[in-house]
């Protein structure tokens, strides 16, 4: 198990922080804030209709958009675990039947990968560059995060930890999958909700979640929920927590922020396998320890 933290301003020395690990879809956040900073430069409208689309920016960031996920598809998993090559995102729009909405904008939730797909095209389409430099120019270079990237074949995936994920094919991640150091996750959340990328008030939106329930077993959430681009909601333990889990082929990764009082943390985990709730736990461990019990 991989782990990288900050508290209270202080990254905390870890010897595998700089392993490069598959971001999963901590990519999400990513995208999230590149989208949001479109809204703070005044190019797109958070709540107004997105071109040709019936749903708006605000309820794609949410999964309120009424969108299905491309990985309620049998053939998508059997093509995956085949070996195949990734569908053209074409196809798979059309497999899905994705252009039927699958309820109202803005009336229920539903996570969907296909989304996050259709912000990052807006991102390419409003900024007029490709993906990887929208997020070079509008996240990481303001952010001061490194050594981030896409993995867009699985040579990409070639010095990426673990060695078993170098025979999936990232493509298959249709929104995109960033790889990069553990340590530059964790900088990057604690960067983004503490060194006024975006305003107050942008901020404040992106961390408004739409409730998901109550707790949800083998998992630390009690009352789990999802805001712009990021997860949030108390824990067992009482605390807050914003950020992200990511699973995929190979390995599952935690990075969450928290606060308590004056003391405020954020901590990245890696480890092999797919138990979400056993490195989320381990990163709320570790930020309790950093923060202290709820006050």
């Keep these: 198990m991989l782990c ?27 995208l999230a804030a590149a989208a949001l900073t479109l809204v703070r430069d005044g190019l797109v409208q958070l709540d107004e209709p997105l071109e040709d ?21 049998k053939a998508y998993h059997a093509a995956v675990t085949d ?16 252009s039927r909405l699958r309820y109202t904008p803005g009336a229920g939730w539903r996570y969907s990968n296909v989304g996050y ?10 900024t007029g560059l490709c993906i990887d430099d929208a997020l070079t120019q509008r996240v990481f270079i303001p952010l001061d995060v490194t050594g981030v990237q896409f993995a867009n074949k699985p040579e990409d995936l070639a010095d990426v930890y673990p060695p078993a994920i170098a025979s999936y094919n ?19 959340l604690n960067r983004l909700l503490t060194e006024g990328l975006l305003p107050d008030s942008l901020l404040q939106e992106m961390q408004e979640s739409f409730a998901l329930g109550g707790p949800i077993s083998g998992r630390p959430w009690a009352a789990p929920g999802y805001g712009l681009g990021l997860m949030i909601g108390k824990t067992n333990s009482g605390h807050l927590l914003v950020g992200h889990t990511g699973v995929g082929p190979g390995g599952v990764i935690a990075v969450y922020y ?31 320890a950093a923060v202290g019990p709820c006050q």
Aim: with cysteine; hydrophobic share 40%.
């Design 117 to 126: 797909m259709l912000v990052a095209r807006l991102i390419e389409r409003v």
């Design 4 to 30: 990288s933290m900050i508290v209270n301003g202080q990254p905390l020395p870890a010897e595998q922080s700089h392993v490069v690990v598959p971001w999963w879809s901590f990519t999400k956040p990513v």
């Design 53 to 73: 689309a019936q749903f708006t920016l605000r309820q794609l960031l949410k999964h309120q958009a009424g969108l299905a996920d491309y990985s309620e598809l």
């Design 258 to 288: 928290c606060s308590n009082g004056s003391n405020q943390a954020t901590c990245s985990v890696f480890a092999k396998g797919n138990d979400e709730g056993q490195v989320e736990t381990q990163a709320l461990d570790r930020l309790i």
């Design 170 to 188: 990232p493509g298959w991640v249709y929104h995109g999958l960033l790889v990069g150091p553990l340590s530059q996750a964790t900088r990057l």
């Design 83 to 98: 070996g195949q090559t990734p569908w053209p995102a074409d196809e798979m729009m059309q497999r899905l039947d994705a």
